[in-house]
């Protein structure tokens, strides 16, 4: 009588664990659900953040590099220009020097 008093307590005791065992599991995957819900929820918030970014910062470089380019496109033309006159200024006095 005794020993099935104590094996039916062991059972029962048992049984206890495993019903815990489950309840930790279940815990254990609300938890990890929960994480991950949360990464994903993350993710959808900074994908939009840093592509905006990433946009932002493209468009600067190259505003940038089309102000460099006018920009030395527009002391090129200065430079020609300073190089025409130069040529026209001597080539008047080399004439006025012929007739004068």
Known sequence: CATSSSSSSSERF???LQRGSTHDQAERGRTVLTFLYLSVLGLCFTTPV???CR?????RVTRQRIEAQQQR???HS???????RATRRKYLEE???RLG
């Open 55 to 59: 946009l932002h910062w493209e468009e």
């Open 73 to 75: 496109a527009l002391s």
């Open 78 to 84: 200065n430079s020609n220009d300073e190089e025409s």
């Open 95 to 97: 004439r006025r020097a």
């Open 14 to 16: 048992l049984r206890h």
């Open 50 to 52: 840093l592509y905006y």
